[in-house]
């Protein structure tokens, strides 16, 4: 079937999550790297666990929880002002170069399929000035990638069976977790890491927007 | 309602992981600790992204797809003999030294309540000489804690409603998974880390068994 709509995913994916890091860095010199990697590690490990205990929570709290948790952690003092700043780096991140052309060169439908709460992804994706068919998150199903309730919400919302849908994600759980549902799949393996072993294998595993061929 | 069954985590709570360690040190000198971090890191995110992509695999499966990513990703050189001795390991795990004592202090009806796959567990259960009135796995549920229905089974199969079962776990989101079920809950805080941000609280913070008072 030929391909009518890219899905793509948007943190690491579309938008660099790198000034995030920038941000813990100048609050907390020598910290930012090692702040940054727990806070990202908790933030995910928290979107599984909410959703197995059926504890919904959205995005935005779920990050706030995630900072809150990875300061504590390694004993970094964080008041509110600090952490309203960190959680606003994420509406205003930057796109990766390849990415503003390489939309630009799709001629499908397109969309997104975040992870992120609409107070998140909403403002984000407006100030980037980038367009969409459809911008979807999963707060309206009250629970995380990579549920299968997930992505057959590109499907029911963009009306193109799950075969004619390309997924794209930086993230190799999610994109597995797309491809068990039936999506054709291009994993963006931004670091360089292996495939994660989870009984699937990306479609195609690129480094970039750009090596992605329709 | 008075306590009439505790029910206890296998791994990390009354089995002490850290021949784990000491194997992939041995194996990998120098690497040791940075390989079984990732290892368990990679161990635990396979077992939430499988429960939500319901692509259940037993833990055993689990656990060797975890040691073949960290592996891979560190660059580290694994054969199926080196990989045979690891997950060996884990059916030959010592108790911590305050498990045995604790558990005969306690009169309650006791029982494991395990992500284990029998096949890991029941050798486990069995070389350590403990004795429960139940060794249960989620392996017959086909999803991973912190899934509601796992604590459900202790209930189902102990027939004590769950206002009248206490959980035992060194794993904050299982303890707080548990919590959210509703059972009374004990978290052994081990390692001396924050309390996880998933909404609950433990009933009880202790360092170890023997502060477990009944």
Excluded at 13 to 19: C, E, I, P
Excluded at 25 to 42: D, T
Excluded at 127 to 136: E, H, I, N, P, T
């Amino acid at each position: 079937m030929a391909l009518q709509a890219l899905v793509f995913d948007a943190y690491g994916t579309l938008y660099d999550v790198h000034a995030v890091m920038r941000r813990c860095e100048e609050f907390w010199p020598g910290k930012g790297m090692q702040l940054s990697q727990l806070w990202r590690a908790k933030q995910l490990e928290y979107t599984w666990q909410r959703s197995l205990m059926r504890r919904y929570m959205p995005f935005s709290s779920v990050t706030d929880d995630a900072l809150q948790y990875a300061c504590s952690s390694l004993g970094l003092a964080l008041d509110r002002k600090k952490s309203d700043a960190l959680l606003e780096e994420y509406v205003k991140l930057a796109l990766y170069p390849d990415v503003r052309k390489s939309l630009d060169r799709f001629k499908t439908r397109k969309a997104i399929l975040s992870n992120g709460s609409p107070d998140m992804l909403d403002p984000l994706v407006q100030q980037s000035g980038l367009k969409f068919d459809a911008v979807l998150s999963v707060d309206q199903l009250k629970v995380f990638k990579p549920a299968p309730e997930v992505y057959q919400l590109a499907v029911d919302r963009l009306g193109v069976a799950k075969e004619g849908i390309g997924f794209v994600s930086s993230n190799c759980w999610d994109a597995l977790g797309a491809k068990s549902f039936g999506f054709r799949v291009w994993w963006i393996n931004r670091l360089k890491v292996p495939v994660d072993r989870l009984g699937f294998q990306p479609d195609a595993i690129v480094g970039s927007l750009d090596e992605i061929l329709l």
